[in-house]
């Protein structure tokens, strides 16, 4: 369940989260020393202090404040800490509420925020400096210089994608096309191990083209009795990338990896997630979905479908009748050929195009999440004749159906809306992801970070 603080940028994110909950709590003690000129006069603080900093910690891990890889300006930054503020601070009200002795005081409450705001933002601003410091990332060398190495040059170029590493260079091997630029290429003057040690080597990823005669083995188990860890180059870019490369992937690779398993435990707690967590949504969102019933009504006028029922692809490739709000006109597909959607779809209606954008249509999907067959989290459900054409192109398109379909995924956190083969193609990557790694704590995770989705209409077509 923990794997995922094995990768170096995680444990980053995590002291982040910690050290911005501890500042936090602080702002809430700080607020009332300001007003009051005395902490004893709020009582039951310690308490209080941490429900102030877990519902703006949750706020601000909402809007993909502690997303590994987000690329976005110091303005964007900024702008979705003020929208994280905002939903913490709408918790803090509904917590309230629940737990009437918790309430604290406007003013405490309003400089507690400007303070949290502004330590907030200071440290943020330290620690983004400081991370980027090769001093504290993790030294990775590559064994191989051909196609496969490559693909760490070519597609993992961002300063984003490698936050918590540093290539140290690529070794080359015999008979080997090299691929990757002169440059970034390292010849040891001495033995692997022995040159691994003296340049401070943590971590040595295998990416060569042919693995016969060329891995070095001997080097590379005494790399491992020094404590450098040995990767292979698939398992390196699932871990940095929060994807499965597919066109690096070997069979052999999905069968003796880890993941791909749900234990009777598991299967209890996600479907105990699913229920939680589409009874909670429901309870919140049920006048959102009458005002939308309402304005397609009014709309497309009496006798017309509000609901829409279409047919899609759910677990071990079991088909079902998945519910949305209609968003198209009746006749979208009145010569029954299956289209992908496009943007500025021309079928889309006027009330659909809003719904759409702010994922309105996908509400009634709770009653296919309620009985079973969907779950809250996992790959989007697609067509059946979607799928057979996609499973003949793409290879291990199948391996999505191993979860049932979900709500909301890691794929649609990722990656915009998918309205093509290529799409489909780089969404699996995504999906098998979450396949092999799933877990409860990976479930909250999407969640939480669904909202900022919503909130900001991303991939929505």
């Not at 990332?137 to 191989?144: C, P, Q």
């Not at 609901?307 to 079991?318: A, D, F, T």
């Amino acid at each position: 369940m923990l794997r995922f603080l094995h990768r170096q940028s995680t444990r980053w994110l995590l002291l982040l989260a910690v050290v911005e909950l501890l500042l936090l709590c602080a702002s809430l003690n700080a607020a009332t020393l300001l007003r009051f000129g005395d902490t004893n006069e709020l009582h039951h603080l310690p308490e209080r202090s941490l429900l102030f900093g877990l519902m703006l910690l949750l706020g601000l891990a909402a809007m993909g404040q502690y997303q590994a890889h987000m690329r976005v300006t110091w303005f964007g930054l900024l702008a979705r800490q003020a929208v994280g503020f905002t939903l913490g601070g709408l918790g803090l009200v509904v917590a309230y509420y629940v737990l009437p002795k918790a309430y604290m005081g406007r003013g405490v409450l309003g400089i507690a925020l400007v303070v949290g705001f502004v330590a907030v933002t200071a440290f943020r601003a330290v620690f983004l400096r400081l991370v980027e410091v090769e001093a504290f990332k993790r030294r990775v060398l590559i064994l191989g210089g051909g196609t496969r190495a490559a693909q760490i040059h070519n597609r993992m170029r961002r300063r984003s994608d490698r936050r918590g590493f540093v290539v140290v260079g690529f070794v080359p091997r015999p008979d080997e096309t090299v691929s990757v630029p002169t440059e970034l290429l390292v010849t040891p003057n001495a033995p692997l191990d022995v040159w691994a040690e003296r340049h401070g080597i943590d971590e040595i990823v295998v990416g060569v083209d042919d693995r016969r005669g060329s891995l070095m083995m001997d080097e590379l188990l005494e790399c491992r009795q020094l404590g450098i860890e040995v990767t292979d180059l698939t398992t390196f870019f699932e871990r940095e990338s929060g994807r499965v490369q597919l066109s690096l992937t070997y069979p052999s690779w999905l069968v003796y990896s880890g993941g791909f398993y749900a234990s009777p435990m598991r299967r209890l707690s996600k479907r105990s997630f699913d229920l939680a967590a589409a009874l909670l949504v429901l309870a919140l969102a049920w006048p959102l979905m009458l005002l939308t019933a309402l304005a397609i009504r009014l709309e497309s006028g009496p006798g017309q479908p509000i609901l829409y029922r279409q047919e899609r692809v759910g677990v071990r490739g079991r088909t079902f009748w998945l519910i949305k709000f209609r968003s198209m006109r009746i006749d979208a597909e009145r010569d029954g050929v299956a289209r992908w959607a496009s943007r500025d779809d021309s079928r889309v209606t006027r009330v659909g195009r809003f719904i759409r954008k702010v994922r309105l249509d996908e509400l009634p999907q709770l009653w296919n999440v309620l009985k079973g067959e969907m779950s809250f989290i996992g790959p989007r459900p697609e067509r059946p004749q979607f799928v057979a054409d996609l499973a003949q192109k793409i290879h291990y398109y199948h391996l999505r159906h191993c979860l049932k379909p979900g709500l909301a995924g890691w794929a649609q956190l990722r990656y915009p809306y998918g309205a093509s083969e290529d799409d489909a193609a780089e969404k699996l990557k995504y999906d098998l992801y979450y396949v092999k790694n799933n877990n409860l704590l990976f479930d909250l995770l999407i969640l939480i970070q669904t909202v900022e989705v919503v909130l900001f209409g991303r991939g929505a077509r």
